[in-house]
């Protein structure tokens, strides 16, 4: 047994410390397939708790980071054997089980997820949580029955890590997508991933009417609060909208006028528990529904020691796309 390096988060007298540092092998926790981790990446959650923002982190030490691909390393997992790539999501990673930014990690292997064939570990984590998050939201989206014909699709918070691939996936499906940013400098690197439109989160972010002008037939909204509000008051009738993320805010001042005038639908989306077959769906679409070029466009690498400073940045709502963060 040895050490690896790991961002090792610790309770401290106010609030939490986070380092980089070395984590003894012998800490590592209960699971059946121990894996090599080679990338992981930088999601709104890990910004949460690396600065210890929010309380996500629930047991101490903590590894951050809640997503990772890498190789199995040994396994007493029927599924696996050493050598097979894989990805983890959620789970409670980094919250409640040792995480992703660590050269190893331990975990039921029941979490696991084959890396598609197509896919290298770099390009699983390009989307990481942020882009299963998305595929699990046009896959919500389909499932209620929405299809292009329907009209144009709204997806807010258009420039971060979950908006970015909702924008790309939505416009290779055929939607017109409006992209909803509080970035307009950032138009053009949302028309490059598909978006027919770019509007100014301000138009959404005033307080909502009940019912607004109908403006979209779907939509894919990771920022929640007053954006989500007026999104639900300007959706067509018997449209429907995923709630995936609360960037602004965990509120939702709306009233029921949606919903009962026009028959709008609300369809939550969760990841992090979400059941493995569902996982192993969205994960064969991101390999075939996103253009390999256009993940090239929305990721930015860094190093395990640059995931402190990147995660106050996400919290500012600074980053473009996603960041991988290469381990191995
Ligand atoms: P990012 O920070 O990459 O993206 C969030 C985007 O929201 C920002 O880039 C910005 O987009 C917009 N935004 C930020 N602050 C505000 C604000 N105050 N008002 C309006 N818009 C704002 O984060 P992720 O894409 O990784 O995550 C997005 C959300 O989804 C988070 O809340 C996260 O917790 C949630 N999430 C939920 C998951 C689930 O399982 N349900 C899984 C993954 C994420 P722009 O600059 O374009 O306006």
């Known amino acids: 047994m040895g050490t ?3 961002i090792r988060i610790d309770k401290a007298e106010k609030g939490t410390t986070a380092a980089l540092t070395q984590f003894d092998e012998a800490e590592l926790m209960e699971g059946d397939v121990t894996v090599r981790v080679e990338y992981s990446a930088l999601n709104y959650k890990d910004g949460l708790a690396v600065t210890g923002k929010a309380p ?3 047991r101490f030490p903590m590894i951050a980071g809640i997503d990772f691909a890498g190789t199995v390393e040994q396994s007493s997992h029927p599924a696996w054997k050493a050598g097979d790539k894989v990805i983890c999501t959620g789970w409670g990673m980094g919250e409640t089980h040792l995480g992703a930014y660590a050269e190893k ?5 029941d979490w696991l997820v084959s890396l598609p064939g197509t896919m290298s570990a770099r390009d699983a984590m390009a989307i990481g949580t942020a882009g299963l998050t998305a595929m699990l939201s046009v896959l919500t989206l389909e499932k209620y029955g929405l299809t292009p014909k ?8 258009a420039a971060g890590g979950v908006g970015s691939v909702a924008t790309a996936v939505l416009s290779k499906l055929g939607y017109h997508v409006i992209a909803s940013t509080g970035r307009m400098t950032e138009a053009d690197y949302l028309k490059g991933l598909g978006a027919a439109e770019v509007i100014d989160r301000a138009e959404l972010s005033g307080p909502a009417k009940p019912l607004a002008k109908e403006r979209w037939a779907g939509g894919v909204d990771s920022v ?5 509000a007026n999104v639900l008051s300007m959706t067509k009738y018997r449209g429907a909208i995923a709630a995936c993320g609360l960037a602004a805010g965990m509120d939702l001042p709306s009233s029921v006028a949606p919903f009962i005038l026009r028959g709008v639908c609300l369809l939550g989306i969760d990841s992090v ?3 493995i077959e569902l996982r192993k769906t969205a994960w064969n679409r991101l390999a075939s ?3 390999p070029g256009k993940l090239t466009e929305i990721t930015h690498e860094i190093g395990l020691d640059e995931v402190i400073s990147a995660g106050s940045k996400i919290l500012a709502g600074q980053v473009r796309g996603r960041i991988v963060v290469k381990i191995l």
Do not use: I, Q, W
């Open 56 to 58: 996500v982190v629930r």
């Open 273 to 275: 528990m979400c059941p």
């Open 105 to 109: 990690a331990r975990v039921k292997g």
């Open 289 to 291: 529904d996103l253009v």
């Open 224 to 228: 929640g609060s007053t954006t989500l």
């Open 4 to 6: 690896f390096r790991a």
């Open 150 to 157: 329907d009209g144009p699709v709204v997806v807010t918070g």
